[in-house]
Nanobody
Framework: VQVAESGGGLVQAGGSLRLSCAAS????????MGWYRQAPGKTRELVAR???????NYADSVKGRFTITRDNTKNTVYLQMNSLKPEDTAVYYC??????????????WGQGTQVTVSS
């Protein structure tokens, strides 16, 4: 399984970015796909998640500003980030997660993409 993020960069506060995450080597539609972020000196946190059933959830800090979508025909998940704030600055990671019935979670991570929001 391979997971690869793209689309990070430098943006001014109030601006927008769209991150993409392409996955291969898996049955994409069966996986929960999530976006996480880690700022310097902080622990990695969940930003948004899209389950195989089509449910989505978001961290409170990004609700109303970020939107996660997935295209199962392209094995890709997106994170549209609007109204960006300096506190959104972090390395953003994509993860593919699945738990077989009766088994443990299998988690596959991308290498991360840097998002920097200037004030």
């Amino acid at each position: 399984v391979q997971v690869a993020e793209s689309g990070g960069g430098l943006v001014q506060a109030g601006g927008s970015l769209r991150l993409s995450c392409a996955a291969s080597g898996l049955t994409f539609g069966s996986y929960t796909m999530g976006w996480y972020r880690q700022a310097p000196g902080k622990t990695r946190e969940l930003v948004a998640r899209s389950t195989h059933a089509g449910d989505t959830n978001y961290a409170d800090s990004v609700k109303g500003r970020f939107t996660i979508t997935r295209d199962n025909t392209k094995n890709t998940v997106y994170l549209q980030m609007n109204s960006l704030k300096p506190e959104d600055t972090a390395v953003y990671y994509c993860a593919a997660n699945i738990r077989p019935v009766g088994g443990a979670w299998n988690n596959y991570w991308g290498q991360g993409t840097q998002v920097t929001v200037s004030s």
